[in-house]
């Protein structure tokens, strides 16, 4: 379950990172949002966590709908 959460994580780190390619005005929160990404991914992985918490659940959503690529 925890290498499930690890690749969903992984897979918002690189739609975060290709977001410059096709939208470049959003740099600086795109640094942060990859940041805070990068961050989770690391607790996740050194915790063995199998789920989120619920306000993290939530900004994961929240910007899987941000980077979605219309």
Same mark, same amino acid.
């Given at each position: 379950?925890?290498?499930? +959460?690890?690749? &969903? +994580?992984?897979? +918002?780190? #690189?739609r975060i990172d290709e977001e410059p390619k096709w939208y470049d005005?959003? %740099?600086?929160?795109?640094? /942060?949002? #990859? &940041?805070? @990404? /990068? &961050? =989770?991914?690391? %607790? @996740? /992985? +050194?915790?063995?966590?199998?789920? =989120? $918490?619920?306000?993290?659940?939530? =900004? $994961?959503?929240? =910007?899987?709908?941000?980077?979605?690529? #219309?």
């Open positions: 379950m925890t290498d499930e +959460l690890i690749i &969903k +994580l992984q897979k +918002l780190w #690189k005005q959003r %740099d600086g929160h795109t640094k /942060a949002d #990859k &940041k805070w @990404v /990068a &961050k =989770l991914l690391k %607790d @996740v /992985a +050194l915790n063995d966590l199998t789920r =989120l $918490c619920r306000e993290d659940m939530f =900004l $994961c959503n929240t =910007l899987w709908r941000q980077y979605e690529r #219309k």
